[in-house]
């Protein structure tokens, strides 16, 4: 049972161009959501994250939108450069009885490709 | 001030063997989390490490233990190794457990594992 979804395996973007990447989700007791970026031979490296009592969290470069209402949410990067060719990974913690929160649930990643 | 570090980088095993992977936390980290992550996949969390203790198990088997030493590092162990086992091991680190997931876990560039 897939908690968190990616449903675009891969995403080709021109470099300059803006990449949207999706997620989707389940849970509607979701309260924190993590973007994750993998280059290959090297783990992931955490990007940018998104509480649920905001609709929108900003990084530079880097813009995560949630609409709590569709539960989804998107990481958007503008303006696309190639170092940003890399599997990203949309991520949630992982609740446990009780109330804790251990490890992280993650998609199945979106690998995304800047073609210049 | 070294990351995460995984040994070794590649390993190759034969059904029924066992494997111990190993993996050293970024300095000033307490707790150790290991992940599986199948070809195409998301990393899937295995269990957590805390104080020396498993503190949480995803759903694995019990084929899967571990160990965590008083300098914090951690074994991941493998018995009875099924063809399906055959993955990259992810190891990742962050500090304190009450936190969890919502601090910034450090990821290490894995162990590739692969079973004949």
């Known amino acids: 049972d897939q908690q968190v979804k990616q449903n675009s395996p891969s995403l080709s973007v021109q470099e300059g161009r803006i990449s949207i990447l999706n997620c989707d989700y389940t849970?509607?007791?979701?309260?924190?959501f993590l973007w994750y970026k993998k280059y290959p031979a090297e783990g992931p490296t955490f990007l940018i994250s998104i509480s649920s009592i905001k609709d929108k969290n900003e990084d530079g470069r880097f813009t995560v939108f949630l609409n709590k209402s569709a539960k989804h949410l998107s990481l958007h990067i503008v303006p696309s450069q190639p170092g940003d060719s890399a599997v990203y990974f949309c991520a949630v913690p992982r609740m446990y009885s009780g109330g804790g929160a251990d490890g992280l649930t993650f998609g199945k990643g979106t690998h995304l490709i800047i073609q210049p | 001030d070294a990351g995460v570090t995984q040994s070794p980088t590649h390993l190759i095993k034969t059904r029924g063997q066992q494997v111990t992977l190993r993996c050293s936390p970024k300095s000033g980290h307490d707790t150790v989390s290991w992940y599986q992550q199948a070809l195409g996949q998301g990393p899937q969390f295995i269990f957590q490490?805390?104080?020396?203790?498993?503190?949480q198990r995803g759903n694995f088997p019990d084929r899967f233990s571990g160990h965590q030493f008083p300098n914090y590092s951690s074994e991941l162990n493998v018995n009875a190794l099924l063809l399906g086992d055959s993955a990259l091991y992810l190891c990742?680190?962050?500090?304190?457990?009450?936190?969890?997931?919502?601090?910034?876990?450090?990821f290490g560039p894995g162990t590739r594992l692969t079973v004949l």
């Open positions: 849970n509607s007791m979701f309260d924190y």
């Open positions: 490490y805390y104080e020396e203790e498993e503190r």
């Open positions: 990742a680190s962050s500090y304190g457990l009450a936190g969890g997931p919502y601090n910034e876990q450090f």
